[in-house]
């Protein structure tokens, strides 16, 4: 629980009991490498706090193969932002690729935050507004760079990805085959 504290302590002033009050709302789970925290076709009703581990975001198109278009790390919150808003059934699968600890904050908890803390609304702004700022500069890697550029600047946005993400989730994440990343990472020696 210290990780999520320092985190909203430094996106928002908060007092300790309201912070005490708020978390007593969450609780604390581990899931298995491989394990499934959301699936397609239910409504989000959680967000998720990275205590330990990593989780990635995935969609599965009409012909069954998924594309990973999102990882998530320590310190993070993760969720399927836009349908847990907007209460409609997700498109997004979120998978541990390792075992990982999160804080499950739940709807009821997220909601009370926004009417009880002094700074709720403005949490819940900022959190926004991250997810909006890495939405656009997906969209922008996506058709403004280069594979290799895309390849070069993961580990600024994923620190330590190649070490903790098998390569074929890294190529899907670009938007690249297994093969080509194979050559772009031959580039780097």
Do not use: C
């Not at 581990?30 to 205590?51: A, D, V, W």
């Not at 993070?76 to 541990?96: C, E, H, R, V």
Request: hydrophobic share 35%; charged share 25%; net charge neutral.
């Amino acid at each position: 629980m210290e990780q999520i504290r320092q985190i909203m302590k430094q996106m928002i002033s908060i007092s300790g009991d309201e912070l005490n009050e708020f978390l007593n709302q969450t609780i604390t789970k581990t899931f298995k490498r491989e394990e499934t925290l959301s699936r397609p076709n239910s409504i989000p009703n959680e967000i998720y706090f990275i205590n330990k581990g990593l989780i990635r975001t995935l969609i599965t198109d009409n012909e069954g193969s998924e594309h990973t278009i999102h990882f998530a790390l320590e310190n993070q919150f993760i969720a399927d932002y836009s349908n847990f808003i907007q209460k409609q059934p997700s498109l997004y699968t979120l998978k541990t690729v390792e075992e990982t600890q999160v804080i499950v904050l739940p709807r009821s908890a997220i909601e009370w935050g926004y009417e009880n803390l002094t700074d709720g609304q403005k949490m819940g702004r900022l959190i926004a507004e991250f997810y909006f700022i890495y939405q656009d500069d997906r969209i922008k890697n996506t058709y403004v760079r280069t594979p290799k550029q895309r390849y070069d600047n993961i580990t600024d946005v994923f620190p330590n990805i190649h070490n903790r993400v098998p390569q074929h989730m890294i190529a899907s994440y670009l938007g690249i085959t297994a093969v080509h990343l194979s050559r772009l990472k031959k580039l780097q020696f």
